[in-house]
Structure formats: C-alpha cells, structure tokens
C-alpha cells in the first residue's frame, strides 16, 4: 500500500482511476488491528489502488471529507466518491469487504 504525502497526489489519486484511501495514525490501535488482513484484502480487490492516509500529517483533508474516526475507508473512481466505510469503530476484514463489494 502506498503512503499519501501531499494533497496534490491525493487529488490526482482521486480524480484518476479506482483508489480506496485508508485513513490510519500510527497511534490508532484499531488501525493496528486490521493491518495483517490489508495485503490479502488489497490482492483480493485489486482492481482498486490503496492509498494509506496519515491522518495527523493530513488532518485538514480528514476534515474536507468528514472523516472524524479511524480506521475508515473512503473510495473513489475518477473523480467520483464511490463510497465510504467512516467511523470511529473497529472493523473486521469482513466488514471491509462488504464495504468494497458494496461499491458500485
């Protein structure tokens, strides 16, 4: 998974192809949690690009996209939000399947 490191490459991210953005902080033990699954979930859906987004390197993009709680997901295809699996809560590898096979 790459890292995002300016918000110039966010936007170009956004605007061209299929990117799901993971909103982490190397502080969120939630975020630890769903780390081991995140290869297999990125080899099983790699029709999209994961994008790993430092929430405190990038707060003022969190708040432009109304995410408070970490770890959440927000997709985009060209432009277009796709869809977003945002709260504060734990997720499971199977919820953040759901969430990608639910993008359309």
Same mark, same amino acid.
């Given at each position: ?14 605007? /061209?192809?299929?990117? +799901?953005?993971? =909103?982490? &902080? ?24 994961f994008v790993s987004?430092?929430?405190?390197d990038f707060i ?5 996209? /109304?995410?408070?709680? +970490?770890?959440? =997901?927000? &997709? ?29």
């Amino acid at each position: 998974m790459k890292n995002l490191e300016t918000m110039e490459q966010f936007e170009a991210l956004k605007n /061209d192809g299929k990117h +799901i953005f993971l =909103f982490t &902080a190397g502080w969120c033990p939630d975020c630890r949690v769903i780390e081991p699954v995140l290869p297999e979930i990125e080899s099983k859906y790699s029709d999209y690009e994961f994008v790993s987004v430092d929430r405190d390197d990038f707060i003022d993009l969190c708040i432009q996209l /109304d995410v408070f709680g +970490i770890p959440s =997901f927000v &997709a985009f295809e060209n432009g277009k939000e796709l869809g977003r699996f945002v709260s504060k809560n734990r997720k499971t590898q199977s919820e953040i399947e759901n969430f990608i096979e639910g993008l359309a």
